[in-house]
Structure formats: structure tokens, C-alpha cells
């Protein structure tokens, strides 16, 4: 295994990553870095000096259901119903997190407004029990009734997905026309209400355009952060490649906007590049783990972007499936087989660190 982590520090020295303070880091020696770090806290005890034994922080899409069909989405969710988890497994799943200590969930789908009384039966259950909640919305179905039933709780944050500056080029990416107004009016009224909110909006070669109109929006609107996503090339934004994805100079482009436009709001708001791909795998993959992803069929995943089942929540415990190597990613073949596929891009530019991450690479652990 050090062998493998090498060769991996080795691949990606050169390559440029950025940060969630927009700094620029050598990827190699970022990496030795953290992993420094990880090894400095195991031996100050601050964190287990092996692995955690439970997830930490759990991303749940508990469903796929979606009142728009996005050109981009990577999950796949539609309109049309599919067979998801049902409401005792997802009820089960949270009563396990809240049993076993998971200190964090990030909840989303699909439209987790979709269905307004399970979320808040969830969100109730998250509260009870003091786990942080943050919750990812298109902000279709936040109006002032919906605020007002989530007053009573704390929020982490809500992030309203955004994708442009304009509702020409947000309701066309959402094949949803009203989705612009509706999600900056949701926008609006979670700041009126004092909750934590994110505009996020989701980089393609449709917006890349309008990026610093897009910027300035978000703090006319009084958002406290703005967060942009590289599109992933899984799901519906596979088949719409050549439309969702970016060039080489509209990467740039865009890195280059955004950087600056943090400088800019540095203070009042916070612009940062969220989930870039090297990044996140290698984080995963190189530290220790302490966080995973539920879907809505019910599989567990190590994140987004390593498309690696490691059991369903359906029919086992996901402590269970955490410590079946989720906590030990690299000692997986199936995972050290993935890694080996992926390609760190190298450039002497401004630029982050990009894998050659596809819908190829689509494996699971159990099949
Ligand atoms: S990207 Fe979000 S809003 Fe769009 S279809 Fe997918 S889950 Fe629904």
C-alpha cells in the first residue's frame, strides 16, 4: 500500500489545486501536508489513532424523486418516480445515525422539498437527537409557509442551487422554466429568516460566461457563501456532454473569475470552487476517513465521485458497512484498481487539479 500512495503523491506532483480559500497549492505537497498533519493528530490523540469506527458525517440523497429533470444532474432523478428507499428504511437509516453517533448529515435527493412531511419528520429527528443538518434544495417549494415550518430548527445550512445570473440560462440547464425566480426568491427568504445560506451553482459551458454577474447577484441577494461545482460527468450530465462540459479555456476561465471575485467579496461573502475532483478523491483515498454517501437506491459510497458500492443500507447496518473497508479505502482492490485508472493532469497555469474521471469508471464492491 505505501508503494501504491507514492505513486500516487508522485502522479500528481506538478498539478495545481486550489482550496476552499482559493490558495494554490502543488498538489504533491499538499498532500504530504495533510497527510503529515493526520498522522501529527493520531499521535496527539485528537483522532483515533487508527480509523474511526463510525462515519462522522453522512451525505444522504434518501431519494431521487425531482420536480425537474436538470440536463446535468448526476443522480439521475426525474420527475417520474422511481423505486427508492421507502420511509421505514429511511426512518431506520437516521435512528441507526443517531444510535451509533453520527455528528453531521447533509441531506439531499432528488428534491428533498418533494415530499415536505418526511423531511420534516427527518429534520425533527436530526434535531432531537443534536446532529447538524445541512440540506440541498433547488428552492422550488420554499415559499413563506415551507420557512416557517423550518423555524422551530437549527440548520447548518440550506444551499439553494443557482446556476446563473439570468433565468435564461438557469431555467434551460433545469429544462424548468420559473426555477430562476423561484430559487432566488428561496434565496431571499432564508436570509430574511437568518438561516445559513449558499448560493450553488454548478459550473458549465453554458454559465461560464456569466460567472461575475453571477458573483455580484449572489451578494446583492445577502447569500454568506457561493459555492460552484465542476459538473459531474455521471448520470444525465454524461449524456449531455458536450453541453455541460468545459473547455480548457473556459476552466480558466472560470477558476480565474472565481479567485478573483473571492478577493473581492473577501470578509462579506465566501467564493470558492467546492469538490474538485482530484481533490476529493485523493482526500478520500490518502486520510483518514471519517465521512460517506448514502443513495437513494440505498447504496453506500466512500463520495460522489467514487462510484464504489459497498453494501446497501436496505438489508445491513451501515456501521457494518463502514467497517467493511469504507474506513480503509485503499486496502480495497476494487478501490486501488479505480485509483490506478484516474489521470492527474498536470499544468503550469492556474489550475485545479482535474482527473480523467468518467462515466466508465462505474464499479460496485458487491456485484
Ligand atoms: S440536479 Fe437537483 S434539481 Fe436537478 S434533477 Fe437532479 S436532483 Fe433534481
Redesign the pocket.
Known amino acids: 500500500m505505501n508503494e501504491m500512495i507514492e505513486t500516487l503523491l508522485n502522479d500528481c506532483k506538478g498539478a495545481r489545486i486550489i482550496d476552499a480559500n482559493c490558495n494554490i497549492f502543488d498538489a504533491r505537497r499538499l498532500f504530504q501536508s495533510l497527510m503529515d498533519r493526520d498522522r501529527d493528530s493520531k499521535r496527539a490523540g485528537i483522532t483515533p489513532k487508527d480509523v474511526f469506527e463510525v462515519p462522522l458525517k453522512v451525505h444522504f440523497e434518501y431519494t431521487s424523486q425531482?420536480?425537474?429533470?436538470?440536463l446535468?444532474?448526476y443522480?439521475t432523478?426525474?420527475t417520474s418516480r422511481e423505486q427508492g428507499l421507502d420511509t421505514d428504511e429511511i426512518v431506520r437509516t437516521i435512528e441507526e445515525m443517531a444510535v451509533i453517533g453520527v455528528m453531521e448529515v447533509g441531506l439531499?435527493?432528488?428534491?428533498v422539498f418533494c415530499d415536505q412531511k418526511l423531511l420534516l419528520r427527518i429534520i425533527k429527528m436530526l434535531n432531537d437527537h443534536s446532529i447538524a443538518i445541512s440540506i440541498k434544495t433547488?428552492g422550488w417549494f420554499l415559499n413563506e409557509r415551507t420557512v416557517e415550518k423550518l423555524s422551530p430548527y437549527t440548520f447548518q445550512s440550506i444551499d439553494v442551487?443557482i446556476d446563473g445570473s439570468s433565468e435564461t440560462v438557469h431555467d434551460r440547464m433545469?429544462a424548468k422554466p420559473g426555477s430562476w425566480r423561484k430559487a432566488i426568491h428561496a434565496l431571499k427568504l432564508l436570509k430574511e429568516a437568518g438561516v445559513y445560506s449558499k448560493a450553488a451553482c454548478l459550473v458549465t459551458g453554458e454559465n461560464v460566461e456569466s460567472l461575475e454577474d453571477y458573483i455580484d447577484l449572489c451578494f446583492y441577494l445577502g447569500a454568506k457563501e457561493v459555492m460552484f461545482t465542476p459538473c459531474i460527468m455521471f448520470g444525465r450530465a454524461a449524456q449531455n456532454k458536450d453541453r455541460m462540459g468545459l473547455t480548457e479555456q473556459q476552466f480558466e476561465e472560470a477558476s480565474s473569475i472565481i479567485v478573483r471575485k473571492h478577493l473581492q467579496y473577501r470578509g462579506f461573502m465566501k467564493t470558492y470552487l467546492a469538490l474538485d475532483f482530484g481533490y476529493e478523491i485523493l482526500s478520500k483515498v490518502l486520510l483518514t476517513q471519517n465521512s460517506c454517501v448514502i443513495r437513494s437506491d440505498g447504496s453506500v459510497h466512500p463520495s460522489c465521485l467514487i462510484p464504489i458500492s459497498f453494501g446497501n443500507i436496505r438489508d445491513q447496518k451501515l456501521k457494518d458497512i463502514w467497517n467493511s473497508g469504507l474506513n480503509r479505502l485503499l486496502t480495497k482492490k476494487e478501490v486501488q484498481d479505480f485509483v490506478s485508472t484516474l489521470k492527474f493532469e498536470k499544468t503550469a497555469t492556474l489550475r485545479l487539479l482535474r482527473t480523467s474521471l468518467t462515466q466508465d469508471v462505474v464499479h460496485c464492491y458487491h456485484a
Not at 66 to 70: E, F, I, K, L, V
Not at 108 to 111: L, M, R, V
Open positions: 425531482c420536480n425537474m429533470d436538470c446535468f444532474c443522480n432523478s426525474s439531499s435527493g432528488g428534491e433547488n442551487s433545469r
